[in-house]
């Protein structure tokens, strides 16, 4: 998805999936977005290991390599969000200060959480930690939203007609959204509130749109929350003899489900 919104272009470089696996753990399929203006080339969130080749390629077809941005933003320290800051060597990497304090106090192991990552992330000498209200660079935000992670932001790109609310996994997808209630947090109650905080950024501003951690970028349309875009998700499996018989599978809902 492309958005040409002020003097911002804003790419969806991977869609964030709404969904869970049933036997091989956490799936960590999460959006993954460009943003270009202002003389800035900003990633915000920059997905798991899997998502290393699709970036680099979604960015050079758009005369991009890593090396051209130059702000990563990371909504919190889980790897899927969080691993692949090592990319973008010329970048500066902006993370929660609470967030990142509070990654390396993680057990070992255990957690999504990559700990060598965030252990060397506090090492990189670019790095930028933020505060609740904080401005990242002219025009961008950083908001405390707490409940899936203590230090979670939540980044507001304010421009001249709407805003554009990245929310990472504070609000995963539209079922979040929608109920008030999320999947993985420490506390339901944090996260409730959270949830309604990202929905009154939302409303305040006709037009806003507001892009998931692990879903399609949303607009409310008449009062109802539209998906913009179309998804776009399949797995291809071997299951014969040969690597010619492949079996493709869609997981998305059929057109109009």
């Avoid at 255990?110 to 209200?133: A, F, H, I, Q």
């Avoid at 944090?190 to 951690?213: D, K, M, N, T």
Wanted: aromatic share 8%; charged share 20%.
């Amino acid at each position: 998805m492309k958005l040409q919104i002020g003097e911002y272009q804003i790419d969806v470089l991977l869609q964030g999936y709404p969904g869970k696996t049933v036997c091989h753990g956490a799936l960590g399929w999460s959006t993954v977005s460009l943003v270009r203006g202002g003389g800035r080339v900003v990633i915000v969130d920059t997905g798991p290991f899997g998502a290393r080749a699709p970036i680099i390629k979604q960015l050079g077809e758009r005369g991009l390599a890593p090396s051209d941005v130059t702000d990563v933003l990371l909504s919190h320290a889980h790897y899927d969000h969080s691993i692949n800051w090592t990319m973008f060597d010329k970048a500066r990497i902006v993370i929660g200060e609470s967030e990142l304090e509070w990654s390396l106090g993680e057990p070992w192991g255990t957690t999504p959480v990559p700990e060598l990552y965030m252990r060397e992330l506090k090492r990189w000498p670019r790095l930028k930690t933020v505060r609740d209200g904080e401005e990242v660079f002219p025009g961008m935000s950083a908001r405390m939203a707490p409940g899936h992670t203590p230090g979670h932001m939540v980044y507001v790109l304010e421009t001249r007609d709407l805003d554009v609310i990245f929310t990472g996994d504070a609000v995963k997808n539209r079922a979040e959204l929608l109920s008030g209630r999320a999947f993985h947090t420490y506390d339901q109650a944090v996260s409730g509130a959270s949830i309604a905080f990202i929905r009154q950024l939302w409303e305040r501003r006709p037009g806003s749109i507001l892009v998931p951690g692990h879903d399609l970028p949303m607009a409310l349309k008449a009062g109802e929350v539209a998906y913009l875009g179309d998804r776009r998700a399949a797995i291809e499996a071997w299951f014969g003899e040969t690597l010619d018989q492949i079996t493709s599978y869609s997981i998305c809902l059929p057109a109009g489900g």
